[in-house]
């Protein structure tokens, strides 16, 4: 069969120290900055639109009456 663990000779605490340092640490994710940068994309995305929308055309010259076609 198979070696008895407690024949072994790996120190137990020296393994639980590796095993700890091995194990991947968990980070908490905060979300005020997540919404706070989120919130300032989308506020910038929608000025920038009525900007788009409400700024006069940049060609103002009209085409003469002979080149209408009519």
């Not at 989120?38 to 060609?59: D, E, K, Q, R």
């Amino acid at each position: 069969m198979g070696m008895d663990p407690r024949d072994s000779a790996l120190d137990p605490v020296a393994v639980a120290y590796v095993r700890a340092l091995l194990r991947p640490k968990t980070r908490i994710q905060k979300m005020a900055p997540v919404l706070a940068a989120a919130a300032f994309a989308a506020i910038c995305a929608l000025s920038f639109a009525t900007v788009m929308v409400l700024a006069p055309p940049a060609v103002t010259q009209h085409l003469p009456d002979d080149r209408l076609g009519d």
